[in-house]
């Protein structure tokens, strides 16, 4: 009974934490990971990734995108299967019909040089560990004793935060991921437990996350409700995804899907670009990094799509998480390939909208700063028709009148020349334009 109480109390006070965000080296980097996720295959097929399929994708992206900084591999979900066990009830494969299990997978992928990383829910327990109702390490409590009366389904139980011998499962869980070599943990399905748990418990689970994760392995917290614009989110998290689902891609997933609307809960914005505005004032280094999703470039229009999508991803700070395959990728690679637009992200780099609106305009023109005082502006052209799109020197970067700009254009990756004032672009419909401003001159303290 005594453990039960502090166990309340613990979730008592977790409703009076400040809004402060978790100080970890991810946080600080202020960017996302780049890395290739296993999550179209399952999408398309509704099922999960086979074996065979993962290490062609591994291969792949060692041979294509390895040097380009693409540097981690992760599995996805469609999980159920996952029933394959240790001794404290937690996995050890990503599906009971793989042959090799997560251990091996991290050899195999750590030896090519690149990181291990893997979709997993430190809150679930699943079928094959309740009917084994295994000891809790560390307790003397069994799982049948922590999980609570709602499950996610009839593979995977939630564990009520509020039991005694939650907080070791899920932080025992945490560290069993790190002690495979995972330096990546995506956290899926956070709205179905907070509806069926509370927001109290929600946050007492992700601050026991946090708590083991330490700088050790990187929090990725998937479809959060994010209520009071992230209060939770924000304390016990490195990246937080801003929107709904990938699902087919397209346009309809970049800037398209219900575009203009807001919820209260998950998914509060239904497209990328939307989300990515929502959510701009949170994101910056030591606060949180913003997530996008996943990219499937064989899904866009053209490569125009292709441009803006990844221009997007890059220009929010967002993680750049490709999801075409091996075999589906076709002539897309090059936009993953694009160095001018990737040394954005190895250097920290997450623009600001003009303008939070989802509905206005200028929430389309995105600016930022490097370290070495350049400006990094981009400009998007969301609609179905040619638009002039501008940005000012003085009035909107503080760059003093009659400095010389040179501008350069990091798609066509050639310098457009020095310009005084201003600097504008015809966008074709869809399209949109990221250049790097160097002053020759002083600039404008803010």
Not at 45 to 61: A, S, T
Not at 78 to 94: L, P, V
Not at 115 to 127: A, D
Request: with cysteine; glycine share 8%; hydrophobic share 35%.
């Amino acid at each position: 009974m005594e453990f039960r109480k502090i166990a309340v109390l613990g979730l008592l006070l977790a409703s009076f934490l400040p809004v402060t965000a978790r100080d970890s080296q991810f946080t600080r980097k202020a960017t996302g990971p780049m890395y290739w996720m296993a999550y179209e295959y399952c999408y398309t097929h509704d099922k999960p990734l086979p074996e065979e399929r993962y290490k062609k994708n591994i291969d792949w992206v060692d041979e294509n995108l390895k040097e380009y900084g693409y540097n981690m591999i992760c599995t996805d979900g469609w999980i159920e299967q996952a029933q394959t066990i240790d001794r404290n009830g937690y996995i050890t494969k990503y599906n009971n019909e793989w042959t090799h299990g997560f251990n091996y997978w991290s050899n195999y992928i750590r030896q090519k040089g690149m990181k291990f990383g893997v979709y997993y829910n430190p809150m679930w327990l699943t079928r094959t560990a309740w009917e084994k109702n295994c000891p809790v390490k560390g307790t003397n409590v069994t799982t049948k004793q922590i999980v609570g009366e709602n499950g996610f389904n009839g593979d995977l139980h939630w564990v009520d935060a509020a039991r005694p011998g939650a907080e070791q499962w899920i932080k025992g869980y945490v560290r069993h991921f790190i002690n495979l070599g995972a330096t990546y943990l995506r956290i899926d399905f956070l709205e179905n437990y907070e509806r069926n748990y509370g927001s109290d418990k929600y946050a007492q689970a992700l601050k026991w996350i946090m708590e083991e994760a330490g700088d050790e392995i990187f929090i990725s917290l998937v479809m959060p409700n994010c209520f009071s614009h992230g209060k939770n989110e924000r304390i016990y998290g490195d990246m937080i995804r801003i929107s709904n689902d990938c699902f087919s891609g397209g346009w309809d997933f970049a800037s398209a899907r219900k575009r203009g609307k807001r919820q209260e809960q998950w998914p509060q914005y239904d497209n990328a670009f939307d989300g990515f505005i929502g959510f701009s004032d949170i994101a910056s280094p030591g606060q949180l990094i913003m997530d996008g999703d996943f990219m499937r470039m064989n899904t866009m229009g053209n490569q125009d799509e292709r441009r803006f999508l990844f221009s997007l991803m890059v220009m929010t700070g967002s993680a750049l998480a490709i999801s075409d395959q091996y075999d589906t990728i076709g002539d897309c690679i090059q936009i993953y390939q694009n160095k001018e637009l990737i040394e954005l992200n190895n250097l920290g780099f997450c623009a600001k909208p003009l303008s939070m609106d989802i509905n206005d305009r200028n929430s389309s023109r995105w600016i930022g700063r490097l370290p070495d005082g350049d400006w990094v502006v981009g400009l998007f052209n969301r609609e179905e028709s040619f638009l002039d799109y501008s940005i000012d020197f003085k009035k909107e970067l503080g760059i003093e009148t009659g400095c010389v700009v040179n501008v350069r254009d990091l798609w066509e990756h050639k310098d457009l020349g020095g310009m005084n004032g201003e600097y504008s672009v015809l966008l074709k419909p869809h399209s949109c334009k990221i250049i790097r401003l160097k002053a020759d001159g002083k600039t404008a303290v803010f």
